[in-house]
């Protein structure tokens, strides 16, 4: 009697799934950790203000002085902040890409090992018939009203299901595919561009903070020789603007764009992948339509000679009859495996695209 193997099989299936969860989560938390604790440490210096020691002579002739103090840049301290936001949208973005490239890689095995379990469906059901079919025969056979190459003929049958059964169940075992995301895929992408957008424009206010900068600087200056007086106090505002500002941040905006633009086409991106990924869909919908319309044919012509002998009444009608079911059966498992399939391609492609 068949057993089914997965029964035994889900539990490792389900620690497999759990597991590739897990490594992703893990691997996103130790991304972000590591741009977030680059991104701390990039900020403390720019907020830390700038120790500064030496000598200094104001003027020929006048006496050697040593400087001691400390500046700070407002605009350093507008980059940590900047600084910060960058690696959080670094972050995110790679959360999105990750989940996005998993899904795109994965969609048509996804799709594939669905179909494989949706035949090994139509096998159990068509093995179900068959197994009627064939105890009926075996009635008949020890009444002395069929012969035994009747039956054997339905047993061969019976082999073909088993061993497409079985190549069936391989298949599907050579199919890894980890645990996907339960939104479409267009949702996902989206995210994933809105992301690179926002990293992008993170970016361009930190740059944009080089056009200009406000230092205090603040210290003591002492007379080295002779000592005339005690450590005297010191300060200073200084202002810096870059005047080409408006034209910097003017290409600052292009690269922007550009970049959006450049990761629509890139091959290896996900906007790109995506697109090969729908081509694919519309391709084995096709390809698959159009083996679903010859099966429908000969199934046709299956099922018009099963009417045609109706109710046999003699051991060849009969003999023909099983004959017709059996192929009857076979056809239904490819017909309904490819009905299947151009369902589920269907789908996809409107719920993802």
């Known amino acids: 009697m068949f057993q089914n193997p997965w029964k035994w099989a889900m539990p490792a299936v389900l620690l ?84 996005a490239q998993q899904d795109v890689q994965y969609a048509v095995a996804n799709l594939e090992r669905e179909g494989l379990r949706n035949r ?65 895929l267009k949702e996902i992408v989206a995210e994933k561009q809105d992301g690179e957008a926002g990293e992008q424009k993170a970016l361009e206010k930190l740059n944009r903070q080089n056009n200009w900068d406000v230092a205090l600087s603040v210290g003591v200056h002492q007379q080295v020789n002779p000592v005339a007086y005690g450590p005297q106090p010191y300060g200073a505002v200084s202002l810096n603007y870059n005047f080409s500002s408006h034209w910097i941040n003017t290409h600052l905006d292009r690269a922007g764009e550009a970049y959006s633009e450049w990761k629509k086409v890139q091959e290896g991106d996900v906007v790109r992948n995506g697109e090969v990924l729908r081509q694919q869909l519309v391709d084995g919908i096709a390809a698959q339509e159009g083996k679903l319309r010859m099966l429908k044919e000969e199934l046709g012509q299956v099922d018009k000679n099963l009417r045609a002998i109706g109710d046999p009444n003699t051991s060849a009608a009969f003999d023909f009859r099983n004959q017709l079911t059996a192929a009857q059966l076979l056809l239904q498992i490819e017909t309904g495996d490819a009905a299947f399939r151009v369902e589920r391609l269907r789908e996809y492609l409107s719920r993802n695209y």
């Open 120 to 184: 090994l469906t139509l096998i159990d059901q068509a093995s179900r018939s068959l197994d009627a079919l064939m105890e009926q025969t075996a009635r008949m056979v020890e009444a002395q009203n069929a012969t035994r190459i009747m039956l054997f003929n339905l047993q061969t049958t019976k082999i073909r299901l088993e061993s497409d059964r079985a190549d069936t169940q391989s298949k599907i075992s050579a199919i890894y595919v980890p645990p996907l995301s339960e939104r479409p």
């Open 16 to 99: 497999i799934a759990v597991g590739a969860i897990a490594q992703k989560q893990t691997d996103q938390r130790a991304y972000c950790s590591y741009v977030i604790e680059q991104a701390e440490a990039q900020r403390d210096l720019l907020r830390t203000p700038i120790a500064s020691a030496g000598f200094t002579q104001p003027e020929t002739g006048l006496p050697l002085q040593v400087v001691a103090g400390a500046s700070l840049g407002l605009s350093d301290v507008r980059k940590g902040s900047l600084t910060m936001a960058v690696a959080r949208k670094n972050c995110e973005l790679y959360k999105a890409t990750t989940a």
